[in-house]
């Protein structure tokens, strides 16, 4: 079984930086897509950024842009997700999601891959 861990949530100031991890674990697959979700009170989930490891690319919400950078540790089995100059538009809890990918799939964005392996999320708090 897949599981998959996020840590480093909290509570930070606008204008302030965080970073999150997703630590996994069990299944190691050959292909693979990886994202980051969130969900802020009252509103929808939402894509934040993806990597496949297929291609090699990265996508990110327009929103986030300049602003957070997706990364991968493949030693420590770990993806990153670090914000810099948050907003309080950012305030939700981040999940983190992954999907095994085909060998025929590599060249799928991220951002259609549906995500079958999520974590239980990791609260973000972007306050004064």
């Known amino acids: 079984q897949v599981q998959l861990v996020e840590s480093g949530g909290g509570q930070v100031q606008p204008g302030g930086s965080l970073r999150l991890s997703c630590a996994v674990s069990?299944?190691?697959?050959?292909?693979?897509?990886i994202a980051w979700f969130r969900q802020a009170p009252g509103k929808e989930r939402e894509g934040v950024a993806c990597?496949?490891?297929?291609?090699?690319?990265?996508y990110y919400e327009d929103s986030v842009k300049g602003r957070f950078i997706i990364s991968t540790d493949k030693n420590k089995k770990t993806v990153y997700l670090q914000m810099d100059s948050l907003e309080p538009e950012d305030t939700a809890v981040y999940y983190c999601?992954?999907?095994?990918?085909?060998?025929?799939?590599?060249?799928?964005?991220?951002?259609?891959?549906?995500?079958?392996?999520w974590g239980k999320g990791t609260l973000v708090t972007v306050s004064t």
């Open positions: 999601a992954a999907e095994r990918l085909a060998y025929g799939d590599r060249s799928i964005p991220c951002y259609i891959v549906g995500m079958h392996y």
């Open positions: 069990g299944v190691t697959f050959d292909y693979y897509a």
């Open positions: 990597f496949s490891s297929g291609d090699g690319t990265t």
